[in-house]
């Protein structure tokens, strides 16, 4: 047997260190795969309520001014009964557009050349709308809306391609995202849609 092997022996001291260091770096993983998997929880969360429930849209184009400004960020309302006089976000063509619904199935319209829109024989008050004239506009007045359908059209009526034109025509119930409810972006401009 050999005496002459020596073996160092760690002190307390430095057994507790190695301790605190194996504890430390034990936590700090803990923590960092708990951080990781709250985020992803609640990013999966986020994108989920914003699809299926509350879908958060950009606006682009003036064609609703004053309401909205070109690049607010708008909140809609999915599962939100939609009426006239509300804001609407719908499906055109593969793009998102962003109306007022005017009327709906069964109404009938009418839009003299001053820009004044007629709904079943009575003047409509459009305290929202720019109005200027009658706007890009093919088809027939008195026009009714055919059932499930809604007749829509932007505020600033001058530069608005909506249901007035064949391009767009009227919109259908299963088109629709959901009702425009709240501005979130910029802040200035926060708050519930007017």
């Given at each position: 047997m050999n005496n002459n092997i020596k073996m160092d022996i760690p002190t307390t001291e430095q057994l507790k260190k190695e301790l605190d260091r194996r504890r430390y770096k034990s936590s700090y993983f803990r923590t960092l795969f708990s951080t990781f998997g709250t985020l992803l929880v609640a990013a999966?969360?986020?994108f989920l309520i914003s699809h299926f429930a509350f879908p958060v849209l950009r606006v682009t184009g003036s064609s609703m001014h004053p309401t909205l400004s070109e690049d607010q960020i708008v909140l809609c309302s999915k599962y939100a009964h939609v009426k006239n006089g509300d804001v609407i976000a719908f499906y055109h063509n593969k793009k998102i557009l962003v109306k007022r619904i005017i009327a709906s199935g069964g109404d009938v319209i009418d839009i003299k050349e001053d820009?004044?829109?007629?709904?079943?024989?009575?003047?409509?008050?459009?305290p929202y709308a720019y109005i200027s004239g009658?706007?890009?506009?093919?088809?027939?007045?008195?026009?009714?809306?055919?059932?499930?359908?809604?007749?829509v059209m932007g505020d600033d009526r001058e530069v608005s391609v909506d249901s007035r034109s064949t391009a767009v025509g009227c919109v259908a119930s299963e088109?629709?995202?959901?009702?425009?409810?709240?501005?979130l972006l910029p802040y200035e401009s926060f708050g519930a849609l007017k």
């Open positions: 999966a969360a986020v820009g004044t829109v007629i709904l079943n024989s009575s003047p409509l008050n459009e009658e706007g890009e506009c093919d088809i027939t007045f008195p026009y009714t809306v055919p059932d499930s359908r809604y007749f088109n629709i995202i959901g009702k425009v409810s709240y501005v």
